[in-house]
């Protein structure tokens, strides 16, 4: 009964922002580390962040340093990440994911999954 519900995809300009939520229910969320990975066409699936909801570690891919912002609300159960600054090649379905690890290696760590949003950023 473990479910993910993202919310926050859509179209946006080069330049602007988007908030994605990823909602969590049937799991306890703080013994969670919650991820946001993204796939665009003809490549592979990428971690984008995540957060551990143990201890607050938290983890940025290199390309989203500095405009991509992921957060925790607890009372909420929701994992939100803020995307700023977007570039036409953050364009991609992102998902959001949870496993009871530290921080995942690859997407094979995760147990559950949301059912990806489409980002799409025009130029």
């Known amino acids: 009964e473990e479910q993910l519900v993202e919310s926050g995809g859509g179209l946006v300009q080069a330049g602007g922002s988007l908030r994605l939520s990823c909602t969590a229910s049937?799991?306890?969320?703080?013994?969670?580390?919650i991820g946001w990975l993204r796939q665009a066409p003809g490549k592979v699936r990428e971690g984008v962040a995540c957060?551990?909801?143990?201890?607050?570690?938290?983890y940025y891919t290199d390309s989203v340093k500095g405009r991509f912002t992921i957060s925790a609300d607890g009372a909420k159960n929701t994992v939100y990440l803020q995307m700023s600054s977007l570039k036409p090649e953050d364009t991609a379905v992102y998902y959001c994911?949870?496993?009871?690890?530290?921080?995942?290696?690859?997407?094979?760590?995760?147990?559950?999954w949301g059912q990806g949003t489409q980002v799409t950023v025009s130029s």
């Open positions: 994911a949870a496993v009871l690890t530290g921080i995942p290696s690859s997407q094979y760590d995760y147990d559950y």
């Open positions: 049937g799991l306890s969320f703080d013994e969670y580390t």
């Open positions: 957060v551990s909801n143990r201890n607050g570690d938290t």
